[in-house]
């Protein structure tokens, strides 16, 4: 397996020009299309490479992140990462390599890996970019770019302040997508708690003659709502979210379950099971139970013992 310990030689390794220093380098991502490898096998290097890539229309180098989100991202290839492609991407966007000796001789890059976590290995992530974010991004490449080709003094000073900016944008990013996470996965286990505890309720009320309710109270999802401090507007929504029906149709289908195995496994009359699930009437049952089924219970009771 190649390794390549300098930028020099990763760009004569891939084939393209040379940097214009020995420890930093930035560029176009089209202009390095037009001569790279088409091919490259497993290699590793020994630099920290950050990536902005756009429109990604063909498989990617490195391996653990060949299957790279549509549409534009940040990404990092880090030291002795192994890296490979087969097939080069149809896609715009920049990208910037620098060593640890680029690293070494700076003043506000030298605690990188405590500064930027997101550049360790574990959590180097790719993050998909929205629109303002990517504009952001690009303008700070931007900066690095004419910088780096330009001839001021000092270039390298303005350079390693544009690449902490950069970076700072980064984590802020990271850390804006990870609080985002968090908040939905604190929903989730909100939204999850909901239904266990509507559960629950629906089998307190409707597994046990419980007449604490009124008879209407206990089949309308608001008496349930109003249990869970909720507002039954928000009740529903999270079941249908959750569970794909609506809070009335669960707790109908709840019924019925019960009503099924009231027929099936026991020997109270239809009258006694209409009451037993807090129905006003027997009649009031029957209809339920035919809409529900397309038979009547006593003709459910008749088919399930036959």
């Known amino acids: 397996m190649k390794h390549f310990v300098s930028i020099t030689a990763y760009c004569n390794g891939i084939n393209i020009a040379p940097p214009k220093h020995l420890h930093f380098d930035v560029r176009s991502i089209p202009n390095t299309l037009q001569t790279i490898h088409k091919e490259m096998p497993a290699f590793r290097h020994e630099m920290y490479a950050i990536i902005l890539k756009r429109d990604i229309l063909g498989n990617l180098p490195p391996q653990r992140f060949n299957d790279l989100p549509e549409g534009s991202a940040i990404f ?3 030291p002795y990462q192994i890296l490979n492609w087969n097939k080069l991407p149809e896609w715009n966007g920049y990208y910037l390599m620098f060593s640890n000796e680029f690293l070494v001789h700076s003043t506000t890059l030298k605690n990188l890996d405590e500064d930027f976590d997101f550049l360790r290995i574990a959590n180097a992530k790719p993050l998909i970019l929205n629109e303002k974010e990517e504009v952001t991004l690009i303008k700070s490449f931007q900066d690095i770019l004419n910088e780096y080709n330009g001839k001021e003094n000092k270039k390298f000073n303005v350079i390693e302040a544009h690449l902490y900016l950069l970076l700072t944008y980064i984590k802020r990013l990271y850390d804006k997508n990870l609080k985002k ?6 929903e989730y286990r909100s939204k999850d708690k909901l239904i266990v505890q509507y559960q629950s309720l ?15 109270s206990v089949h309308n999802t608001s008496f349930y709502a109003s249990k869970l401090n909720v ?6 929504s999270v079941v249908k979210k959750t569970l794909g029906i609506t809070a009335l149709e669960y707790l109908h289908l709840h019924v019925i379950k019960m009503a099924k195995i009231y027929l099936k496994q026991s020997d109270l009359s239809v ?9 006003t009437s027997p009649n009031s049952f029957s209809t339920f139970f035919k809409r529900q089924e397309q038979m009547s219970p006593t003709a459910y009771r008749k088919r399930t013992i036959l």
């Open 76 to 78: 990092f290839n880090l």
């Open 271 to 279: 009258k006694e099971i209409a009451y037993s699930l807090h129905f």
């Open 181 to 186: 996470k968090r908040s939905e996965q604190q």
């Open 202 to 216: 629906l089998q307190q009320n409707f597994h046990f003659s419980d007449r604490s309710a009124t008879d209407q």
């Open 231 to 236: 507002h039954a507007n928000h009740l529903n």
